[in-house]
């Protein structure tokens, strides 16, 4: 982890950059087999896929049964199934806010427009195996479908070698209405959703993280057959302190950024040198008695403390940087706040940390990364729904308004968008 | 056009399937190439490219001056300019109607969650040349960034070989608050944009249609750079008629539509034989009348009036197809319109053509086509904003929702978010 003493205003530039996904040539064409292989030959590719990637014979099918759903709450202790109620019941109540209402208003005599939003119909989500079972990215993703309304739901998830999928991926896959859990991972699975097979159902947008295969599949059918939720990118935090941090609390939430994969990355924006060093060695006395040591050591390599001669600097790097989480440990947090214009999520505060937000206070965790905070907002209400509109002319209102359109459809050349309106208005009734 | 005298359901998928693109090797690596070259060279790549492409000497730099712009406001007639008015009136008020509020939720006793609407800082506008000067794009596009508040919106344009705008393009660019419009054409406006020159300014989002090179361009920037607005595709309308519509306005909304290109496509649906033949003859009839003869009479081509038994058939054959355009030209059309759950934008009833949404009513005319109006809105005020959670827990908050975090972290495997807790609960004040 190394510390930036007051770097220039031209070293901003590159203090911002995130590592670039090295691009890979190799990874993209295996993906492309991949993804034509399902397109063309569905079930068949999976089985065969299965067998070839994971050594597992599938002839059992790939849909998660009635009878492991239940095995698995039947594993589930009382107090996790207690503490994903509680989450359940906060991610709910704030996605349920979020809503979006229809919109009227007559624009002109006569014409009335109207902005109507609607469930996207069939939604598909990825959820890795690997390193740790994220039951919460299935409480992130389904319940705020399921509360848009989306009329299917579908998962696709790696399982182990013995066909098992953790019993709390699947515990929050039943408890958040996903329709049908599929034992499906990689290119194969965003494959699958995307064209549909005999067996997995073709879906409208597909969300969830995954490895470079799964993101690169996600890219590829994105650009062609589905919509997707977000562009991937490692996971990253950026914490701004100042004298009213606790040097403690900003280790504690950047070793927890940390710990979530080597490329992970934690930005500390702080205001004296002496700040920096006493966070730099609260991190490394808590780092030392954490697991997943190898994770750590690598992410805090990748990491940075800067330290920036005032307030308005701080934000404004802040807002330079965008990053995904941003926890605002400073004094009188919320003015801060309001004076961010990019970043996924905004933790407020000395008792706000981030991993309050990853899995229960209620905000999305799925959230925009390697400074697409810039363009993207995280997952919310608005990435499950579409919003259509509609408009309803009276013949008075095409009256009213006949000649502007016939005006500028002859001035940009289009005569039959003229003829649309005028043949209307020279008919009598 | 064709006619489909009640095809099978099972025939419905193939009738609702649109000209898929055709793979083009040779432009995706025309576009790699000038895209690496704008990313590396900057404005001295621009001006080699006007150069090799154009044959256009660009010397005089790409930016539009004070004085054209005047200049092409000192031709625009009164008349466009009163139509103008009147579009940009309608279109401001419906668009403003979106803004987003701002959204509190506390979800749990000391747990405050926010979501935090925010304009996207910079945008940008390509306005492609061609056979038509797309006025009517900058207004959809320009005039809903100004009121989300985009802080800067750039647009280009390709010009003619002595390097002038159309007028009214320039004239639209002004009045609704275009910061700076530059000549450039081609997957090298994309370029300019997404990187940023000397001279263009880089943006965080791309809006607007172009010819393959600019949507491949787009295509390309939108997976690693910058966000665009949707997947591009040809423009289609789809017309749903009964007894109750009127042949020729189906005629005149489907040529219409067809004017647009020689790819566009058009579809009618009915419920008799005898009004699709009525249909095919008034647009014979009318046809001969018009001009863009090429692309009206290769549109038509592509065109198909499709019988179907009855009215439930009809509306669940507008959702397969998810037509960027849809017409209700039928009985009761507003109920019908609430039985519809994928379409870009829907015109109700006999006086509603597809042109008067193209220009003035109010609604955006940027819109999903090829079938993503199943995932994709299109734009709207949301399209140039992001949603911004923000989180903040009390100490209290924090002690009261602590055990949940700290339970689901440890069944992620995650220690550190964990830590991340207990650290702050552990310690006294």
Chains 1, 2 share one sequence.
Not at 89 to 108: D, G, M, W, Y
Not at 186 to 209: C, D
Request: proline fraction near 4%; hydrophobic fraction near 40%; charged fraction near 20%.
């Amino acid at each position: 982890m190394k510390i930036y003493d007051n770097p220039g205003r031209d070293q901003w530039k590159s203090l911002c950059q995130r590592a670039k996904a090295t691009e890979n040539k190799q990874v993209e064409e295996t993906v492309t087999a991949i993804l034509k292989r399902v397109e063309r030959d569905g079930d068949r590719a999976l089985s065969e896929l299965a067998s070839e990637i994971e050594k597992r014979d599938v002839t059992g099918g790939f849909k998660v049964e009635e009878s492991e759903f239940e095995a698995a709450a039947s594993r589930i202790s009382a107090s996790l199934k207690e503490a994903i109620e509680v989450a359940v019941k906060n991610i709910s109540s704030f996605h349920q806010a979020q809503l979006p209402r229809e919109i009227i208003v007559e624009t002109f005599p006569g014409v009335t427009c109207l902005q109507r939003p609607v469930a996207i119909e069939k939604v598909g989500i990825y959820i890795p195996g690997g390193t740790a079972p994220l039951f919460s990215t299935v409480l992130m993703l389904a319940l705020p479908a399921r509360i848009a309304g989306c009329s299917k739901v579908v998962m696709c998830t790696p399982c182990d070698s013995e066909g098992h999928v953790a019993d709390a991926v699947l515990y929050a896959a039943r408890r958040c209405g996903v329709s049908e859990v599929f034992k499906i991972g990689g290119a194969q699975a965003i494959g699958a959703m995307a064209y549909g097979t005999e067996t997995v159902p073709a879906v409208n947008k597909i969300f969830g993280p995954g490895n470079r295969y799964v993101t690169t599949a996600k890219q590829l059918v994105g650009s062609t057959t589905v919509a997707i939720d977000m562009p991937a990118g490692p996971s990253e935090v950026m914490i701004v302190a100042d004298s009213t941090s606790c040097p403690d609390y900003v280790a504690a939430d950047l070793l927890s950024q940390c710990e979530h994969g080597s490329d992970s990355q934690g930005m500390v924006i702080c205001d004296t040198m002496e700040l920096a060093l006493e966070i730099e060695s609260a991190t490394k006395r808590q780092a030392a008695m954490l697991p997943r040591e190898e994770y750590i050591a690598k992410s805090l390599s990748n990491s940075r403390i800067i330290v920036l001669p005032n307030r308005s600097d701080m934000l404004a790097f802040a807002n330079r940087y965008g990053a995904e989480h941003l926890i605002l440990s400073i004094d009188e947090p919320m003015v801060a706040a309001s004076q961010i214009t990019a970043a996924g999520s905004i933790f407020i505060g000395n008792y706000s940390p981030e991993s309050a937000g990853d899995y229960a206070s209620g905000t999305n965790h799925t959230l925009p990364t390697s400074g697409w905070a810039h363009s993207y907002s995280g997952v919310n209400i608005d990435s499950f729904m579409r919003k259509m509109t509609i408009q309803k002319l009276t013949r008075r209102g095409l009256e009213g308004l006949g000649n502007t359109i016939i005006k500028m459809a002859e001035a940009e050349g289009l005569a039959a968008h003229a003829n649309a309106v005028s043949i209307r208005l020279e008919n009598g009734n």
